[in-house]
């Protein structure tokens, strides 16, 4: 039971708005996901990371980019989140707040 609340609770943060992905619509979408997240597993610094959030943001590219931010929360890459946010500070706030929240789960 208590792992079920875990999981609304996540459900309902701020990272998990934020980084929010519909589900793939096809097998196609569902390997350029898989794609995204595994080239993201091989990035060794943040900034490589920033680069290619840039990079992705520039040809609007939205899974590699939440693939990006996803790696940047989990790896504590601090610049990529400045990168985001310096193209989209509306979100600043959420992105803040989540670094924030993912900073507490790390340790």
Sequence with gaps: MEATMT???RRKSPV???LDQK???DIFE???QRDAYARVAEIDD????TRLIAMAMSVNDPI????LLHGAYRYRWR??????VKEH???ATAVTASWNETDKEQA
Excluded at 64 to 67: D, I, K
């Design 7 to 9: 999981v609304k609770t």
């Design 16 to 18: 998990a708005k934020l």
């Design 23 to 25: 589900p793939a619509s």
């Design 30 to 32: 569902l390997m350029e």
């Design 46 to 49: 943040d900034d490589t990371a």
């Design 64 to 67: 590699m980019v939440t693939a």
């Design 79 to 84: 610049h990529t989140i400045d990168a985001y």
């Design 89 to 91: 500070p509306e979100q």
